[in-house]
Every structure is written in C-alpha cells, then in structure tokens.
C-alpha cells in the first residue's frame, strides 16, 4: 500500500476487508509493504497535526493491520520506505537542491551517478543537508523499534534477508525521497539510483529471488537518471514495488521483471484509492495481484480491469520470472556427455522454448566443463530463451546470472563495476582498475577471489564488441581473460548475431553453439499448444498437415531443421516473423 490511511472511515473498513479476505480467500500475508506517505507532512501546531503525533498515529494504524491476521503479522516481517509526505519540508534548503542540479547539468549519466553516488557514500555536511528533513522519520523508527529498517541512518536504505516457506526473499527499501522539497517535482528528483540498488544488491547476499521498494516511480527522477537506474532496477530485482501516483497497476517485462505500482488511501478523497495482496504458488508457477479499491458507496471491493484483471486478480508467471528456488520447474541432472539422451522437457514447452532441449542440454554440459560459451544465430531465432534455460538447469542454477546488454560504446570501466560484486569486490561503489604505464593493473581480482561468487555471466549482443580480427577494446580481452586466471568460478556466456572468428578467442577455451531454426517435429509441437498462459487452445496437425506448413514457412524439405536464412527471408515479404521460436506467421 501506499498513502495515509487514517484517521478514516476507510481504514475501519480496510480492516474489515483484510479480515474478509483471510476469511473467505484463505489470504495470509507473509510479508507487508507500505511504499511511503504515511502522514500529511507537518500541517500545524496542534494536537495530532505535527510529524510526530502523525506518525505515532501511523504506527497505530499498521499494528491493527498486522493483528488483523491470524497468526498476527511480526514487526519485523513489515516494510515501510519514507515519501515525499513524510518529509519535513521546513528542514529543506532550497539552495542546496538548486545548486545539486545546477552542479550536475550537461553531465553525462555516468557522470552523475558518480557524483551521486560520492554524496551518499561520503556522509558530508552537504549529504546531512539532505537527510535532516527526513530526522523526524528517522526518530520514529528508532523510537519505535523497527531495527530492520534502521540499517543505515545516513541514508535510510536496507536489505535483509526473510525466508518463507524454505524460500529466501531478498528486500531492499531504496529512499527516494531524499531530494524532495518543491512543488512540481516530476522528473526534477534525484536517487543516486546506481550507488543505493548495486550497494543493496551486494548486502543482500544468495537469495531465491529480491523485492524492492521505494515511493517513487521511475519517471519522477531527473533524466540524468533515468533510463540506468531503472535498467540496473530490472536487472537486479524480480518485483519493484512503488506508490506516489496512486495509480494502482502491474507490468510485466521478458526475461522477469515485475512492477507493481500501488493505489492510496486518503481520508479526505475517495477516487484513487487501493492497495493489493500478491499471492505466489510456485508449486504451479503462477502468480496472483488481487488488485483492491474503496467504492463510493461504503465499502472495499475488487478492482477490475479490462482485459488484464477483469476478475480483479491479475495474474503473472513465475516460471517466466526465472526464480532459483529448487521448487520451480529445473531441466533433467545430466552427469556427463556421455548420459545425454531423450527426456521429458515439457517444463521447457511450457515457457513456451520448443524444440531446444537436445541443445539446452549441450551447452549446458559444455557450460560445467569450461568457462566460457558462445552462442549465435539471427536475431529472434530464440537465443536469449535457450540461454535462460541453461541458467535454469541443474547444473547451473546454484550461481548467480548476471545479464548484461553490450552497446558499441562498453568499455572496461563499464563491464568492471557492474560484475565487481560477483567478482568479490566489497566496495559498494567500485572504483575504476588502475592503469599504469599504459597496462591494467589486475591485482584486485587477485585479491578479491577468494570472496568472489559462483556466477554467470551473460552478454547480451556481443558480437558489438567485436570486429574481424579481435575485439574493439583490447581491454575487454584482458579483463576476461584476468577473471578467468583469478576467477575460476565465473562463466561468461556470450550472445551473438554472428559466429565470432576462434582466432578472436584463441587464448580462451570456448566452445560455440549455432542456434538454427526448429525442426518439424517441434513446430508441430508448437501449434499444439501455442499460448503458454491457455495450454488447452491450440491445433492438432497431422503428420502431411505438418509436412505441409513446415515447407510453406520455409523449412527443409526433409523435415530437419533450418538454418534460419529461410524464416528471415519470409519476415520480407508478407509474413511476420515469431520471435524467439524460428518460425512465421502470416
């Protein structure tokens, strides 16, 4: 939730409609997130109107929605981040926003996330500036006891660790209300998003799969900012949960990355109100948002919205959420090459990946034995599907992947601080490896390794880093091939357009995988059940009706799989190209 919810008549019934809900729907949280604003700010000098009598009123609120449940709900299992409301704005100096923004103009984004990133980390009487209106906040949570919040008072960010059922929750609350001061602040706040998500990130250790939450939504930052902090956001959390536009909503992005955006409560409004329960059943891989709303006419009742919750409850995939825990769907143990053989992969047809599991298996073997894998074809030929079906097999789902998305401009710096933590580097805002004398001084990996993590890496479109005859920044070469003599647990797994040249890799033991089209047999797998989310709709073809729709789209005329050179000619003319399954529509 997110918003003031007291004192009013729809906190009384917000009550009444939790006890409801447990009752009849069986919904017990494990855990509760309240995104910020708990009170009004400071609205006067009497009874119950300063930041202080404000919040005392809020703790009150959320221990009767902790007691509602049966058994009741731990403080220590309750998550709240600040807003812009719980701020108290008297304590904010104008001229020190101001002269932040002034200072940071026409820098570029790294630029700014470095500076930023130096402000917080540093502590300073500037800093201080910053976090004084946030001293009342501070105070309340002190008072109060709510120790698992408390992790730093310099900048009022956490992460811990909660494990539910066997399964081990990372949760960061970010403070994204730092800046805050004026009127109209859409897309003038700053986050310092880089330092407070890869410092978090590093705190929260192993984990099955990270939650964070902040009040505000991306698009509220300055776009000095934005789109890197909300990249390293996906890139690192599986649920993003915010409030502050009181706009309740869920998106969901490939590759697993979930936000959910929070209603609010105002006793003195009734039009945009909400808050929502998340159910997980990772037994069956499936994901339920109960999205909730105060009616005008007296009560709390589901939210419904067309084609995406019209029963109120919006439902998400896990499985495409790419959660660790041993209890989502894991490829067959294959224990050597030579004990390759058929299996059931219905767990992969279900993602909807067809006709890989010979291939899955393969690179997956090959991943164990060495440290460093290519994989290539046409763009869409469904590259990036295999590779996260290899990061969830057996063999390779106890290391931590770690994608990343190679642009013609990644340098050394670049790649380097966004692997240190896996790497073993303890700092929470890595600093650039030294160059003396023109070479690199690789030294810190060396003394890093022994609390460096079991990991994956994964590049996204590296063939960007390439050219015919080696890579375009010889030290991307070096630093690979330092992490690999430093950094035995970690594996690089390079994703590529085109089949990169062995004398490019000569120095490095690899093995490359060409990903070709699918062949008949899959494709007729394919139509049998088309749509992952309605296994039960699809098309039953014969073994000629087969035969026949795979020649039209293109494939080989004895069934076997393509090259993919045929699909790609076909996305010209009047076909539509399937991505990441090898095969065309019209």
């Not at 589901?302 to 499985?319: R, S």
């Not at 825990?325 to 219905?346: G, M, Q, R």
């Not at 073993?424 to 003394?447: A, D, H, S, W, Y």
């Amino acid at each position: 939730g997110s918003g003031v919810l007291y004192p009013s008549l729809l906190s009384d019934k917000l009550i009444k409609d939790l006890d409801h809900l447990q009752k009849t729907h069986g919904l017990n949280p494990d855990l509760i997130f309240f995104t910020g604003d708990a009170i009004y700010g400071n609205i006067g000098k009497g009874k119950g109107k300063s930041i202080d009598d404000q919040l005392l009123e809020a703790d009150t609120f959320f221990e009767a929605v902790r007691d509602t449940f049966n058994p009741s709900i731990p403080k220590d299992h309750f998550f709240i981040v600040p807003g812009n409301h719980d701020i108290n704005r008297k304590e904010a100096i104008d001229l020190l926003n101001a002269g932040l923004t002034k200072s940071l103009e026409n820098k570029s984004h790294e630029e700014v996330q470095k500076d930023l990133s130096k402000l917080m980390h540093e502590n300073g009487s500037n800093w201080q500036g910053f976090i004084n209106r946030l001293s009342e906040y501070i105070r309340f949570l002190e008072v109060l006891e709510y120790d698992h919040l408390l992790q730093n008072t310099n900048n009022l960010s956490y992460a811990v660790q909660r494990e539910i059922n066997g399964i081990k929750v990372g949760i960061a609350g970010l403070n994204s209300s730092w800046s805050c001061c004026q009127k109209d602040e859409k897309g003038k706040l700053w986050l310092a998003g880089h330092y407070q998500i890869q410092s978090l990130k590093s705190k929260l250790g192993a984990t099955d799969f990270n939650i964070a939450l902040m009040h505000h939504p991306f698009n509220w930052f300055n776009p000095a900012e934005d789109p890197l902090a909300k990249q390293e956001m996906e890139t690192n959390f599986r649920f993003f949960l915010h409030g502050h536009e009181h706009q309740g909503w869920v998106e969901t992005h490939t590759g697993g990355f979930t936000r959910i955006a929070s209603g609010a409560g105002y006793g003195n409004s009734e039009r945009q109100t909400g808050y929502n329960f998340v159910h997980l059943d990772f037994e069956q891989g499936k994901g339920q948002v109960w999205l909730r709303t105060y009616d005008v006419n007296g009560g709390w009742v589901k939210k419904i919205i067309y084609g995406k919750a019209e029963d109120g409850i919006w439902p998400i995939d896990l499985f495409e959420n790419r959660f660790t825990h041993k209890s989502a769907p894991s490829s067959p143990v294959i224990k050597s090459s030579e004990s390759l053989k058929t299996h059931d992969f219905d767990d992969y047809e279900s993602r909807g990946v067809f006709g890989r599991a010979k291939e899955i298996e393969k690179i997956s073997i090959s991943l164990e034995k060495l440290n460093l894998i290519s994989v290539y074809g046409l763009q869409g030929i469904g590259k990036s599907l295999l590779i996260k079906e290899v990061l969830k097999h057996d063999l390779h789902k106890s290391r931590d992947s770690i994608p990343f998305s190679v642009t013609a401009e990644t340098d050394l710096d670049e790649l380097y601080r966004h692997f240190a933590r896996c790497l073993g580097c303890p700092q929470e805002n890595p600093k650039p490896l030294i160059r003396m004398f023109g070479k690199i001084v690789f030294t810190p990996l060396k003394e890093y390794a022994a609390k460096s993590i079991p990991s994956i890496i994964h590049l996204e479109n590296a063939h960007l880093l390439f050219n015919q005859e080696g890579f375009n920044d010889p030290e991307i070469k070096e630093f690979i091939l330092a992490i690999f003599e430093f950094n035995p647990k970690i594996k690089i797994i390079i994703e590529s357009r085109i089949n990169i040249s062995p004398v490019v890799l000569s120095e490095m033991k690899h093995q490359s995988f060409r990903i070709r089209g699918i062949d008949q047999e899959s494709m007729v797998l394919y139509f049998k059940r088309p749509f992952k989310d309605q296994p039960e709709k699809g098309w039953q073809l014969d073994k000629d009706e087969g035969e026949i729709i795979y020649k039209w789209l293109g494939g080989r005329h004895d069934g076997r799989s393509s090259s993919g050179n045929e699909f790609a000619r076909k996305r010209s003319s009047r076909y539509q190209y399937i991505p990441n399954t090898g095969l065309c529509k019209v």
